[in-house]
T-cell receptor, first 116, second 114 residues
Framework: DQQVKQNSPSLSVQEGRISILNCDYT??????FLWYKKYPAEGPTFLIS???IKDKNEDGRFTVFLNKSAKHLSLHIVPSQPGDSAVYFC????WGYGGSQGNLIFGKGTKLSVKP | DSGVTQTPKHLITATGQRVTLRCSPR?????VYWYQQSLDQGLQFLIQ???????AKGNILERFSAQQFPDLHSELNLSSLELGDSALYFC?????????????FGPGTRLLVL
């Protein structure tokens, strides 16, 4: 059973517009959420994170929103640029969950294409 | 560049064989994590080491094992390889404190079992 779900396998957006990537989770023990970006033939690159005590975190063009009651988070990219085209992974963690020390549970990713 | 290095970059081998993947964490990081990314799958956590000791296990097969050495580099050993073991294997590391939540990934090792 997938604990972190990214229901949209792909998203296409025009350059300059907003990209919104969504992620849902099922485990209420998760208390830290991250977004990673991955280009082909490279490892995932950390993008932005949010703790469960917050509902929003901003870093430049990237904003992550967390709705704990809905167990939903989203990544907003404004304005979108062609260089943002990549696969975006949502991940969640919980200190001590299942005896772990912070290992990440990943969604399957959303492929974002930003068209010029 | 995340600062995490992985070797080799590509590996082609046959079923039944054994391979070793190597990872060097970022300077100062004590935790090393191994993940597997199969076709159409997200990244699956395999195992974590912290300063030489195993800390957590995920979906790691009994045919797979890992260790972290005193210099903090880690090796993932995959034995009795099967076709289904073909995947990307990523190593990640994280700081010992004040940022343990964020993991930094290496470029991965692409394993192809024929």
């Amino acid at each position: 059973d997938q604990q972190v779900k990214q229901n949209s396998p792909s998203l296409s957006v025009q350059e300059g517009r907003i990209s919104i990537l969504n992620c849902d989770y099922t485990n209420s023990m998760f208390d830290y959420f991250l977004w990673y970006k991955k280009y082909p033939a490279e490892g995932p690159t950390f993008l932005i994170s949010i703790s469960s005590i917050k509902d929003k975190n901003e870093d430049g063009r990237f904003t992550v929103f967390l709705n704990k009651s809905a167990k939903h988070l989203s990544l907003h990219i404004v304005p979108s640029q062609p260089g943002d085209s990549a696969v975006y992974f949502c991940a969640a963690s919980a200190w001590g969950y299942g005896g772990s020390q912070g290992n990440l549970i990943f969604g399957k990713g959303t492929k974002l294409s930003v068209k010029p | 560049d995340s600062g995490v290095t992985q070797t080799p970059k590509h590996l082609i081998t046959a079923t039944g064989q054994r391979v070793t993947l190597r990872c060097s964490p970022r300077s100062g990081d004590l935790s090393v994590y191994w993940y597997q990314q199969s076709l159409d799958q997200g990244l699956q956590f395999l195992i974590q080491y912290y300063n030489g000791e195993e800390r957590a296990k995920g979906n790691i097969l009994e045919r797979f094992s890992a260790q972290q050495f005193p210099d903090l580099h880690s090796e993932l050993n995959l034995s009795s390889l099967e076709l289904g073991d073909s995947a990307l294997y990523f190593c990640a590391s994280s700081p010992p404190q004040g940022g343990w939540e964020t993991q930094y990934f290496g470029p991965g090792t692409r394993l192809l079992v024929l």
